[in-house]
């Protein structure tokens, strides 16, 4: 068998750099059911938040948020008050949808997803806003369990995000967040 090119082997080279640079570097592919466990996941924290559920909320929260905001403790107080004016305004979810995608993102030693999502809320049964934000799913590697980051906190406070997970690529990137009168 004749040995390769200085030619063909430059083309392997750039072929190979050209595939690695396409994806997000570690990237899995999540299945179908899978996908399907981290939306209802998120649609539990989020149904957690309409029924003023303190600890699901915080079970389903990524742990360095808990540690950012000083603890569980101090993560429910600061619940507690954000659902006194939620309930002064008389705001409730309407609907809540949330689209996983399919490919992980590789931030060291956790495996990170987007969950897409779009909320309908109502105030006093007189105005509506619908947002559409995308919130993190986060699990330790290889398989631990699936935890979250808020995406509208995410789109308030991105200079955060390398904070909470500083392996993650330097390019990651969110949709645009949005809260719009409908």
């Known amino acids: ?7 063909t082997l430059r083309r392997l080279l750039v072929l190979t750099i050209f595939a690695l640079a396409s994806g997000e570097a570690g990237a899995a592919t999540l299945s179908p059911d899978v996908q ?46 954000g659902y006194a004016q939620m309930d002064k305004l008389h705001i409730r979810f309407v609907s809540h949808t949330s689209t996983p995608e399919s490919q992980t993102i590789d931030a060291g030693a ?20 619908k947002e559409i934000s995308c919130s993190l799913a986060v699990r330790r ?18 200079e955060m995000l390398p904070t909470f997970l500083p392996d993650l690529p330097k390019d990651f990137a969110l949709p645009p967040y949005s809260l719009t009168s409908i």
């Open 36 to 81: 399907h466990e981290v939306a209802q996941d998120l649609d539990d924290l989020v149904a957690a938040v309409a029924q003023h559920d303190y600890d699901k909320f915080v079970r389903w929260t990524f742990p360095a948020v808990i540690e950012m905001a000083g603890g569980h403790d101090a993560l429910v107080d600061e619940m507690k008050t």
């Open 1 to 7: 068998m004749a040995s390769p090119t200085v030619s």
């Open 141 to 158: 590697k290889p398989d631990g369990p699936w935890t979250f980051i808020g995406g509208t906190g995410l789109a308030k406070h991105p």
């Open 110 to 129: 956790y495996e990170v997803l987007r969950v897409h999502e779009e909320s309908v809320m109502e105030a006093d049964g007189r105005w509506r806003a």
